[in-house]
């Protein structure tokens, strides 16, 4: 969920993101700045595919070989050589970007690393998790045929097995620590070094946001329950997709009895479905809508009052001052955008609806034939063979997307159409709404194309961002664009630089 918005089948980004009011042509007027992370090493071999960039988009670590050793580079600056340092365990920067910690393997065993400093050597570590604020680090750790876990330091008890995936996890205020553990043939969830109650089964724990309350789904005696603050919550056959409401007061998950599902709503059982897909809270905490299966056809319960039956449901989203709503339904053939319960429009398909910040404008992609149109305001624009990443500008005044006609890429400001490019991807407008950006690659070299105008410096790719799933650009507050990249070195054969470029803009 991003900004109360939802798909209910396969991606769906909503993200509100970042204008300019024209399209420019004229030089590149912005102040371009290059600083090499990285260079390539004599007698080193560096694997780009270890880079780990960090979330402010200013650091890199990457992992290098020479003969048999390995060292982690992180910023230019070689750490100690190890026999091996681990491909399962990445290296993982804290959220201020200020620290970076990994797994090695010294001697007979394992240990992580802290920004260069060897903390204490275990027979294998995992599980390495900064929290929030980023002043604290847990990890999980084995010794001999018992696993604990250490935080800031300090050993737990020790148990028969702690996972390692989502485990341990911190509240979001960083004050609370919470983990699963083996304990025998059961299961145990320990927070604040307290053991909660053994289960046959136990799913991962998770906090709520203002991190007051503790919950996981288990399954014990062939029965599956919520506990709730260490209270068990009623027993059902089957249960799934819990969520707590953003301000943390209302909680919400789909119960399975017999060959019905429901929504316990605030500890509530609501009207039985024949299933149930994820709820969503409006941002403001007080609205609660989800997807319902009635035999054959699609409802949205919206405020507990279901629509009229639908072929198929997709979409659903809240606006930001959570008075509106919109989702994406289909009636035979025709697909629609409903907003506040009105059709708009009538299509062979509908992706990506979105509302402005000031949550008074709708747009979203519509397809007529095999042809794809961008749709602001209930006004259609040209037709492309894709249109992605709608986005409106934080001051609602603008709309920018990427489209693909032809097999060559453009970004789209207001209906008006960037110059052409073989890729367009990730436009972005600045958080003051007064420009607007996007990478573009041309015959093979990649760069950055603000206002319009297209940016001297040319990269051999960009790099991914902090989570490793996408090309992190970003923008900050005043105005300056910033990522990794990798870049030719003109000046040496050993191969390129790794390098951070920044814009002001």
Same mark, same amino acid.
């Given at each position: 969920m991003t900004n109360g918005c939802v798909r209910f089948r396969g991606a769906f980004q909503c993200a509100v993101l970042v204008v300019t009011l024209a399209w420019a042509q004229a030089a590149f007027a912005f102040g371009e700045k290059v600083d090499v992370l990285v260079k390539p090493v004599e007698g080193w071999l560096i694997y780009s595919e270890s880079a780990t960039v960090s979330p402010d988009n200013r650091h890199i670590a990457l992992v290098a070989k020479k003969n048999d050793r390995f060292a982690l580079i992180v910023d230019g600056?070689?750490?100690?050589? *190890?026999?091996? +340092?681990?491909?399962?365990?990445?290296?993982?920067?804290? $959220?201020?970007?200020?620290?970076?910690? *990994?797994?090695? !393997?010294?001697g007979r065993k394992w240990l992580v690393v802290l920004d260069g400093d060897e903390l204490k050597p275990y027979d294998n570590v995992g599980g390495i998790t900064f929290s929030p604020d980023s002043r604290r680090l847990a990890y999980v750790a084995q010794k001999g045929a018992d696993y604990i876990v250490v935080l800031d330091g300090v050993e737990s008890?020790?148990?028969?097995? +702690?996972?390692?995936?989502?485990? $341990?996890?911190?509240?979001?205020? %960083?004050?609370? @620590?919470?983990?699963?553990?083996?304990?025998?043939?059961?299961?145990?969830?320990?927070?604040? #070094?307290?053991?909660? !109650?053994? *289960?046959?089964? +136990?799913? &991962?724990?998770?906090?709520?946001?203002?991190?007051?309350?503790?919950? *996981?789904?288990?399954?014990?005696?062939?029965?599956?329950?919520?506990?709730?603050?260490?209270?068990?919550?009623?027993q059902y056959e089957k249960i799934s997709l819990q969520a707590f409401s953003p301000d943390s007061t209302r909680f919400v998950y789909t119960a399975r009895q017999g060959d019905k599902s429901f929504m316990v709503v605030d500890g509530?059982?609501?009207? $039985?479905?024949?299933? @149930?897909?994820?709820?969503?809270?409006?941002p403001d905490s007080k609205r609660l809508a989800y997807l319902a299966k009635e035999g054959e056809k699609f409802v949205m319960v919206i405020d507990g009052v279901k629509?009229?039956?639908?072929?198929?449901?997709?979409?659903?989203?809240?606006?930001?001052? %959570? %008075?509106?709503?919109f989702f994406t339904a289909r009636k035979g053939d025709t697909w629609s955008v409903y907003t506040d319960g009105k059709p708009q429009g009538a299509y062979d398909a509908v992706l990506l609806p979105m509302f402005s910040p000031d949550s008074r404008r709708l747009a979203y992609a519509a397809m007529k034939g095999k042809k794809w149109t961008l749709v602001v305001d209930g006004k259609q624009t040209a037709f492309y063979d894709a249109i992605l990443d709608i986005q409106f500008s934080p001051n609602s005044q603008h709309v920018l997307c990427r489209a693909m006609?032809?097999?060559?890429?453009?970004? +789209?400001?207001?209906?008006?159409? %960037?110059?052409? &490019?073989?890729?367009?991807?990730?436009?972005?407008?600045?958080?003051?709404?007064?420009?607007?950006?996007?990478?573009?690659?041309?015959? #093979?070299?990649?760069?950055?194309?603000?206002?319009?105008?297209?940016?001297?410096?040319?990269? @051999?790719?960009f790099l991914k961002g902090a989570q490793q799933q996408a090309v992190n650009l970003s923008i900050d507050n005043e105005g300056r664009l910033s990522l990794v990249a990798i870049q030719e070195n003109k000046d040496s054969t050993l191969g390129p630089n790794f390098v951070r470029y920044t814009v002001d803009m």
């Amino acid at each position: 969920m991003t900004n109360g918005c939802v798909r209910f089948r396969g991606a769906f980004q909503c993200a509100v993101l970042v204008v300019t009011l024209a399209w420019a042509q004229a030089a590149f007027a912005f102040g371009e700045k290059v600083d090499v992370l990285v260079k390539p090493v004599e007698g080193w071999l560096i694997y780009s595919e270890s880079a780990t960039v960090s979330p402010d988009n200013r650091h890199i670590a990457l992992v290098a070989k020479k003969n048999d050793r390995f060292a982690l580079i992180v910023d230019g600056k070689m750490h100690k050589e *190890y026999e091996a +340092i681990s491909k399962d365990t990445p290296p993982r920067f804290s $959220p201020d970007s200020r620290h970076v910690a *990994y797994k090695v !393997k010294k001697g007979r065993k394992w240990l992580v690393v802290l920004d260069g400093d060897e903390l204490k050597p275990y027979d294998n570590v995992g599980g390495i998790t900064f929290s929030p604020d980023s002043r604290r680090l847990a990890y999980v750790a084995q010794k001999g045929a018992d696993y604990i876990v250490v935080l800031d330091g300090v050993e737990s008890k020790a148990y028969d097995g +702690i996972p390692h995936t989502n485990n $341990p996890v911190f509240s979001p205020d %960083s004050k609370r @620590l919470a983990f699963l553990a083996l304990k025998g043939q059961k299961m145990v969830v320990v927070e604040g #070094g307290q053991e909660g !109650k053994e *289960y046959e089964k +136990i799913s &991962y724990p998770f906090f709520s946001p203002d991190s007051k309350h503790l919950v *996981y789904p288990v399954i014990d005696k062939k029965k599956m329950f919520i506990v709730f603050d260490g209270k068990e919550l009623p027993q059902y056959e089957k249960i799934s997709l819990q969520a707590f409401s953003p301000d943390s007061t209302r909680f919400v998950y789909t119960a399975r009895q017999g060959d019905k599902s429901f929504m316990v709503v605030d500890g509530k059982p609501q009207q $039985p479905f024949t299933d @149930l897909a994820l709820p969503v809270f409006s941002p403001d905490s007080k609205r609660l809508a989800y997807l319902a299966k009635e035999g054959e056809k699609f409802v949205m319960v919206i405020d507990g009052v279901k629509t009229a039956p639908f072929d198929e449901v997709l979409q659903f989203g809240f606006s930001e001052d %959570s %008075s509106r709503y919109f989702f994406t339904a289909r009636k035979g053939d025709t697909w629609s955008v409903y907003t506040d319960g009105k059709p708009q429009g009538a299509y062979d398909a509908v992706l990506l609806p979105m509302f402005s910040p000031d949550s008074r404008r709708l747009a979203y992609a519509a397809m007529k034939g095999k042809k794809w149109t961008l749709v602001v305001d209930g006004k259609q624009t040209a037709f492309y063979d894709a249109i992605l990443d709608i986005q409106f500008s934080p001051n609602s005044q603008h709309v920018l997307c990427r489209a693909m006609k032809d097999n060559k890429w453009k970004a +789209i400001l207001d209906g008006r159409e %960037s110059s052409t &490019y073989d890729v367009v991807v990730l436009p972005m407008f600045s958080p003051d709404s007064r420009h607007h950006a996007f990478l573009a690659s041309e015959k #093979g070299k990649w760069f950055a194309v603000i206002d319009g105008k297209e940016g001297k410096e040319r990269f @051999l790719m960009f790099l991914k961002g902090a989570q490793q799933q996408a090309v992190n650009l970003s923008i900050d507050n005043e105005g300056r664009l910033s990522l990794v990249a990798i870049q030719e070195n003109k000046d040496s054969t050993l191969g390129p630089n790794f390098v951070r470029y920044t814009v002001d803009m």
